[in-house]
């Protein structure tokens, strides 16, 4: 199915630092969510985003539905060891049936 | 929020052997399901899903088949196993706009 371009694919940092990862596409969505999946578990929910323009914080997350409703973008602020894993975004059209299109994840190390 | 249970969460399987990996639901009453694998590469492969009892969509053309006996219980199987159905294999359900995931079950097939 088709993909979502989620950017950048790595990153490695240093704890403490900012964050910052995004997912763009040439379709509009109603829906972007955010997921972590750490090693051999499932995708865990982060932030969920339902309107355009909106910005969610959770803890040290924040998300933004992009204003023309083609991307958004996490933040992590103050980065921690335990924020390692594989970062997905994950959009969703009007009339798909809940279905998602997946970004194909950003791998995220952090140095202690 | 919704819990969704998989299992087996491991399974080693030879080439030829049929598959069953089961998923229920609970917190939410008829929700959308889905079947998900996830290679190596970190895509996530939609594989089928449906929106209610004995209501299955594919996605791909595959190996494998999809049932949904119950609201919340999605099962997916196979009859006869090639090599390349080896992954990582999730259960979602969906509803509100939001999709969870289960823990995955992680299939080699050898």
């Known amino acids: 199915g088709q993909q979502l371009n989620q950017s950048p694919q790595s990153m490695f940092i240093q704890e403490g630092e900012d964050v910052s990862m995004n997912c763009t596409s040439s379709s509009i969505f109603n829906t972007w969510l955010w997921y972590k999946q750490d090693p051999g578990e499932g995708p865990v929910l982060l932030i969920a985003?339902?309107?355009?323009?909106e910005l969610t914080s959770n803890g040290r997350l924040t998300a933004q539905f992009g204003i023309t409703r083609k991307d958004s973008f996490l933040n992590i602020s103050a980065s921690i060891p335990s924020d390692v894993g594989i970062y997905f975004c994950?959009?969703?059209?009007?009339?798909?049936?809940?279905?998602?299109?997946f970004g194909k994840g950003t791998l995220l190390t952090v140095n202690p | 929020s919704q819990t969704i249970h998989q299992w087996p969460a491991t399974l080693v399987q030879p080439v030829g052997s049929p598959l069953s990996l089961e998923c229920t639901v609970e917190?939410?009453?008829?929700?959308?399901l889905y079947w998900y694998r996830q290679a190596a590469g970190r895509g996530l492969q939609l594989l089928f899903y449906s929106v209610g009892i004995g209501q299955i969509s594919s996605e791909v053309p595959q190996n494998l088949s999809a049932s949904r006996p119950q609201d919340r219980q999605f099962i997916l199987s196979s009859k006869k196993l090639l090599l390349s159905d080896s992954g990582f294999y999730l259960c979602a359900a969906g509803s509100l706009n939001t999709i969870y995931f289960g823990e995955g079950s992680w299939l080699t097939v050898v």
């Open positions: 994950a959009g969703q059209r009007g009339g798909s049936n809940y279905k998602l299109t």
């Open positions: 985003l339902y309107k355009a323009g």
């Open positions: 917190g939410t009453s008829n929700p959308n």
